[in-house]
């Protein structure tokens, strides 16, 4: 689901996902923290993660690659705003070089009136021996874009719920 609150302004339009996981909120929460599970599923179903760090504390870093099947490469960064144990991420979002240099999203082409500092929000509450995880992405622009960041992390959530079925 997307939601707007303030057309207006970049920084307030916030895409918000909720997906219920079968597996354990430990598992669920490896799965952002631990290089090797995220790249098990970051990125649409489309593309691969062949690299990825994270210094997983708050003031660390993330860099993450995404590879397309014609083999172009969309490297991410961030820094860790908040950690909550099993809880709560919060770190922001630019997209980068390859050695996380935080470059404009027209560096790959990628049109949109992007925020310079997008914000990933994660939350998780487990229930019953499962994992009700809520992504709140702000800074994306609007329209085609935010449609397009909508289906890229829902299919995304589809490969982390394959590969958090298959550990």
């Known amino acids: 689901m997307v939601t707007t609150t303030n057309p207006q ?9 909720e997906r219920t996981f079968d597996a354990p909120r430990d598992l669920v929460w490896r799965a952002w923290s ?3 599970l995220f790249m098990r599923w970051w990125g649409p179903k489309d593309y691969g993660c062949p690299a990825c760090k994270i210094d997983f504390r708050v003031g660390g870093s993330w860099l993450a690659c995404m590879r397309s099947t014609e ?25 980068a070089d390859a050695d996380g240099n935080v470059v404009p999203a027209s560096h790959y082409e990628i049109p949109g009136d992007f925020s310079s500092e997008m914000i990933i929000t994660v939350t ?17 622009p609007g329209g085609e874009m935010a449609e397009g960041a909508n289906e890229g992390w829902n299919q995304s959530f589809d490969k982390l719920a394959e590969s958090l079925a298959k550990a």
């Not at 998780?124 to 702000?138: A, D």
């Open 9 to 17: 302004e970049t920084a307030d339009r916030a895409l918000v996902i």
């Open 71 to 95: 083999g172009q490469d969309i490297w991410s960064t961030g820094e860790y705003r908040e950690i909550v144990p099993k809880e709560r991420i919060v770190c922001t979002d630019n997209f």
């Open 34 to 36: 631990e290089p090797d």
């Open 124 to 140: 998780l509450q487990e229930s019953n021996g499962k994992t009700k995880m809520t992504l709140r992405h702000t800074g994306l």
